[in-house]
């Protein structure tokens, strides 16, 4: 089945400091990859839609200069979360949708196994 | 705005009884639901994706109804197990890129 790879699993550092996170598809492409935050027993919130070879849609709400998204290839999109604080602590997943031909969307989405991210 | 709800929070069952998820929402107007699994501090694990067009979708042990209409779509957990303990969450997709999530409901069976 299809594959998304989230790295790293879990990340400290220290508050002023910026965090890269990678989300790969390992066995098929994506076009779009989205980035959700969960905060403790809320739920998944939609941050942004990654889209490949162009800028990221960011949700209402998410600046997107703290949270800087990358998605350079049908395989790869990174989140970087710059001048980090302790607020910005949260469980961060990815997700992608595989590209399916004319990329239907009717494709279930595949996740990551999301990133735990303390800043202290 | 959609707004999703899922009902219980929390559940506890003995093992080997049948169970019944409900997920609620308020925009009919979905282009698809999904049913999702969350283990403690790990990503999701998708369970079944129902497009809008369908009523239900069977795998294994699970099977999730939908009714556009209503607004509503249940998941049912046949012969539960110790395994099964864990968060399940549903998810609906407008026809955009938006997905919004239930808060989830929190599984436990007891051996």
């Known amino acids: 089945g299809a594959v998304v790879s989230q790295h790293p699993s879990r990340v400290i550092c220290k508050s002023g400091t910026s965090v890269k996170i990678e989300c790969r598809s390992l066995d098929f492409q994506a076009t779009t990859m989205f980035w959700y935050r969960q905060f403790p027993k809320q739920s998944l919130m939609l941050m942004a839609t990654?889209?490949?070879?162009?800028?990221?849609?960011?949700e209402q709400g998410v600046e997107k200069d703290k949270f800087l998204i990358n998605h350079a290839s049908l395989t790869l999109s990174t989140l970087t979360v710059t001048s980090a604080h302790p607020e910005d602590s949260s469980f961060y997943i990815c997700?992608?949708?595989?590209?399916?031909?004319?990329?239907?969307?009717?494709?279930?989405?595949?996740f990551g196994n999301g990133t735990r991210l303390t800043v202290t | 705005k959609q707004e999703v709800t899922q009902i219980p929070a929390a559940l506890s069952v003995p093992e080997g009884e049948n169970l019944v998820l409900n997920c609620s929402f308020t925009?009919?107007?979905?282009?698809?639901l999904q049913w999702f699994r969350q283990d403690p501090g790990k990503g999701l694990t998708s369970l079944l994706l129902i497009q809008s067009s369908q009523r239900e979708q069977t795998s294994g042990r699970l099977n999730a109804s939908l009714d556009k209409s209503s607004g509503r779509s249940t998941l049912y957990i046949a012969a539960s197990q110790p395994g099964d303990s864990a968060t399940y969450l549903c998810a609906v997709r407008l026809s955009g890129n938006q997905f919004y999530f239930g808060t989830g409901t929190s599984l436990t069976v007891i051996p």
């Open positions: 990654s889209n490949e070879g162009s800028k990221a849609t960011y």
């Open positions: 997700s992608a949708r595989e590209t399916r031909g004319g990329g239907t969307g009717s494709s279930p989405l595949h």
């Open positions: 925009d009919s107007a979905i282009y698809n």
